[in-house]
């Protein structure tokens, strides 16, 4: 995910040069609107935003970037409130103070990852990441975390409240998972209690690409299995692309929600019909370069006319394929109409239940019986925490070593609970 970085002040400009070192990705785009820069004209790699701040954090969220405001906690709120949209959608962003203190999530914490990236930021700038979700103060499973981490699409978002009001009351959850598709050898988590599939009675959350009964489920989940293939003329209508799509997935009996991507050949990557597609359905779209494409190995039909002009004998299959990755197989062979052709491949999947440790550390830490004042006691000195399932959208994740001074009468590492 491409993160945006945008600051007041001439501290906040500075912080945000250090935090573009520490990541080192060329996936982060630095941003003011301090005047001090613009009246300099020496504007380095920031760059000056020009128009109104609710105009740029408009067109950020909408490309769907993450964002990090240095600056004031009501300046993000009012530049980002006309945009929030969906949970399952909207844009990961955090605050920061301009001295580097904190850091706090305040826009999509789980599904968007922004949590997850205000603990590498916490690892690399060495800030206080204030995380304020529920489930993650009190240590128990996020079921958006873990769809998130399971490539699981969320169908029905007002199930998270009810099955997440659950697991906070202390009850347990059922969970139905399609048979095949529960990973060999994964701890199941105390909070759930795994029911046959398929389920004869309702449950709380059903794993699954066939769409459950009214009823029979608060909360769906289904894998983004799925991968669209396209290739088409130049110029072809939008509706006519979406009509072709609708319909193909419709006879293959794909429900919209388990598709991860829709995927062409890289001279397509500014084909409106396809963008308008991805943009309306929140779906990426991905492009491939021809030597790529023709890497892809599988039974493929193959054109030399197709060869001829692009240079990759079949389009639409190599880039289902691809976008799906390894153990994946055609479930819709090429189909040709009107100047567009289309083709859906489908990847192996599985759901886990593994813990993560959010500092990359290999040892992790006990809370103890005496910890009532909210402190999570370390015997490997890293940060850990219960999670079930950590954002990985953001590249490599830091072990931050604590200070020599963060110890308790017996010698142990201590950090605040915060999360």
């Excluded at 826009?107 to 979700?133: D, F, M, Y």
């Excluded at 003329?233 to 991860?260: M, N, S, Y």
């Excluded at 990985?392 to 994740?397: I, L, N």
Aim: glycine share 8%; net charge negative.
């Amino acid at each position: 995910m491409k993160l945006s970085v945008v600051s007041f002040t001439e501290r906040g400009m500075q912080l945000s040069l250090r935090l573009a070192e520490r990541m080192q990705t060329e996936q982060l785009q630095l941003y003011t609107k301090c005047s001090q820069l613009k009246n300099s004209g020496d504007h380095g790699e920031i760059q000056w935003i020009t128009e109104s701040l609710a105009d740029w954090t408009g067109a950020q969220m909408r490309e769907k970037k993450g964002l990090i405001f240095i600056g004031a906690c009501g300046i993000a709120v009012r530049a980002i409130a006309p945009f929030i949209a969906d949970k399952r959608s909207d844009s990961p962003v955090l605050v920061m103070d301009e001295m580097g203190a904190y850091v706090i999530p305040i826009l999509s914490g789980h599904l968007g990852g922004a949590n997850a990236l205000a603990r590498q930021v916490e690892a690399l700038l060495g800030a206080t990441a204030v995380i304020t979700t529920a489930t993650d103060l009190n240590g128990r499973l996020a079921i958006d975390l873990f769809a998130k981490k399971n490539r699981l699409s969320v169908v029905n978002k007002d199930g998270i409240a009810k099955v997440s009001a659950k697991v906070l009351a202390g009850e347990r959850i059922t969970m139905s998972v399609a048979s095949g598709h529960l990973a060999e050898g994964t701890r199941i988590p105390e909070e759930v209690v795994l029911i046959p599939y398929p389920p004869e009675a309702p449950v709380d959350v059903l794993v699954a690409e066939e769409k459950p009964a009214d009823g029979s489920a608060k909360l769906w989940l289904c894998p983004k299995a799925y991968a669209i293939g396209m290739g088409c003329k130049r110029g072809k209508e939008p509706q006519t692309v979406t009509e072709f799509i609708e319909e193909k997935l419709g006879e293959a009996g794909i429900a919209k929600e388990c598709v991860a991507a829709l995927a062409s050949i890289d001279r397509k990557k500014d084909e409106a019909c396809f963008l308008d597609w991805s943009r309306k359905e929140n779906i990426p779209f991905l492009t491939y370069t021809a030597e790529e494409l023709n890497a892809v190995a599988g039974s493929i039909h193959a054109s030399d006319f197709v060869q001829e002009q692009v240079g990759v004998d079949n389009v639409c299959e190599r880039a289902a394929l691809k976008a799906c990755g390894e153990h994946a197989a055609l479930v819709l062979p090429k189909c040709a109409r009107d100047g567009m052709t289309i083709a859906i491949a489908k990847r192996e999947w599985s759901v886990s239940f593994e813990e993560y440790d959010i500092h990359c550390g290999n040892r992790t830490g006990e809370r103890s019986d005496d910890d009532a004042g909210g402190t999570l006691r370390l015997r490997s000195g890293r940060c850990y925490c219960r999670l079930y399932c950590l954002c990985e959208a953001f590249g490599r994740t830091v072990c931050k070593e604590r200070d020599e001074n963060d110890t308790n009468a017996s010698g142990d590492r201590t950090v605040p609970a915060v999360f």
